[in-house]
């Protein structure tokens, strides 16, 4: 007799497959190639020209979202329609700056919908973000850059001399620029500044090798999966386009211990340097999935299905081994999309 | 001289560090030193066995596979003990 799989809804944002690529696709093709749940994925939407949202064949239904800009109620509102329509499960956000209002609705969701999130509570949250990152690494354990926040291009001279050249400006979400002297810095800090806003975060330049660590916490401790890449390719904007799982022991030794201090709950990604030396530096933790966390379904860890079911309450053990040696290679790829199609997202808000 | 742990040579000569992520290809008398690594022959046993294969003066074998050597190391495919 063959057992059917019991069917979930599960809302999922970071559609925006493109050059520097969200999580969201990746995260969805592991939900579709879970061998616990059958799920119908809902798409979350910020922009009409999102690649996800004409991915029928792995968004069964899209809704456009208030930008996080918008405050919290809008977005509740939205949820609360997009809910009526589809009956959520669960919900899975990848953006870094929508995930505030989402870790603020989380208990809201669940006692009033019954929609699950898996996310770490605000103050873990806050906790790992880069411009307290020095303090966190302090706290866990483990080697992170020196690293100050700045508001003004006028500190920049000070804190240069603290920290030395070169050295590394950072947005407050995103970018990161390599300054060789005080006028660079001051440049990439304009540059940062208009795109993505302030504060900048200064952060001492430490040579070496990048590798980074997709992780998942049961947020009692537990690392439940933890997969380490080392990119191969990397595009004009810093990303993976093709990386490699690695076998480290130490690596993964470091990522349980920041699991296990911090109490993370949910995905995470650890993006580490490993110096000359051997000695592994924490530059950046980010709350969510990367967007090529499909690599650890493809070394056989399913960390997006074991996010689902820790959502849904049940009990996942840690996973006992992953796959080395096995890459991922991107691609990019024209849809041909209906003005129909554009016409209703951008028009009505759903497709 | 040891291959380090976990040190992938496939059939075709294609090395593959787990540890570094990185990927070197070898002729077949690389994959040959290598896979006499791999049963544990020591540097002269290894020298003794490719001079007799092919007809070569020791000395220069030996200096060719310390360059070799040198190589692995650098590729911390290798660890520096004797």
Redesign the interface.
């Known amino acids: 007799m063959v057992m059917s799989k019991p069917k979930i809804t599960v809302a999922v944002s970071g559609l925006n497959n493109i050059d520097s690529p969200g999580p969201g696709i990746p995260v969805i093709r592991a939900l579709k190639e879970s061998t616990e749940f059958d799920v119908r994925i809902i798409g979350l939407s910020y922009e009409t020209l999102e690649p996800g949202l004409y991915m029928h064949n792995l968004v069964d239904k899209s809704y456009s979202i208030p930008l996080p800009s918008s405050g919290m109620d809008s977005l509740l509102q939205r949820l609360e329609y997009i809910h009526s329509k589809e009956k959520l499960d669960v919900i899975i956000p990848n953006f870094d700056a929508e995930l505030h209002s989402f870790i603020k609705l989380g208990s809201i969701l669940k006692s009033t919908y019954n929609i699950a999130t898996f996310m770490p509570d605000l103050e873990t949250f806050e906790s790992r973000h880069k411009s307290v990152l020095y303090e966190f690494g302090v706290q866990n354990e483990v080697k992170v850059p020196k690293a100050k926040m700045i508001y003004s291009p006028s500190e920049i001279q000070q804190v240069g001399l603290e920290l030395g050249y070169p050295i590394v400006v950072k947005g407050k979400y995103y970018d990161a620029s390599i300054a060789a002297t005080p006028e660079q810095a001051v440049n990439y800090f304009h540059k940062i500044a208009n795109k993505w806003g302030l504060p900048i975060i200064l952060q001492e330049f430490v040579s070496g090798?990048e590798v980074n660590v997709t992780a998942i916490g049961d947020g009692e401790g537990n690392c439940i999966g933890a997969v380490p890449?080392?990119k191969?390719y990397i595009t004009d904007k810093g990303k993976a386009w093709a990386?490699?799982s690695?076998?480290?022991e130490e690596l993964i030794k470091i990522t349980k211990r920041v699991i296990a201090n911090s109490k993370w709950r949910g995905g995470c990604e650890l993006e580490f340097i490993k110096s000359q030396k051997g000695e592994y530096y924490l530059l950046e933790m980010n709350p969510r999935f990367p967007a090529w966390v499909y690599l650890a379904v493809g070394c056989g860890q399913n960390h997006p299905e074991a996010l689902v079911k820790m959502a849904l309450g049940q009990k996942v053990n840690p996973f006992p081994t992953y796959e080395?040696?096995k890459l991922f290679v991107r691609y990019s790829f024209d849809q041909i999309v209906s003005l129909a199609e554009f016409e209703k997202i951008s028009t009505l808000g759903e497709l | 001289m040891q291959l380090n742990k976990n040190i992938a040579v496939s059939e075709n000569g294609f090395i593959f560090n787990p540890v570094s992520g990185d990927s070197f290809s070898t002729n077949p008398i690389g994959q040959e030193i290598i896979n006499l690594m791999k049963e544990q022959k020591d540097r002269k046993e290894i020298v003794k066995i490719l001079a007799e294969k092919y007809a070569t003066d020791a000395a220069i074998l030996e200096k060719d596979l310390a360059d070799f050597f040198q190589m692995l190391l650098s590729y911390q495919l290798i660890n520096g003990h004797e």
Do not use: E, K, T, V
Request: hydrophobic share 45%; charged share 20%; glycine share 18%.
């Open positions: 090798n890449m080392r191969l990386g490699i690695l076998l480290d080395s040696g």
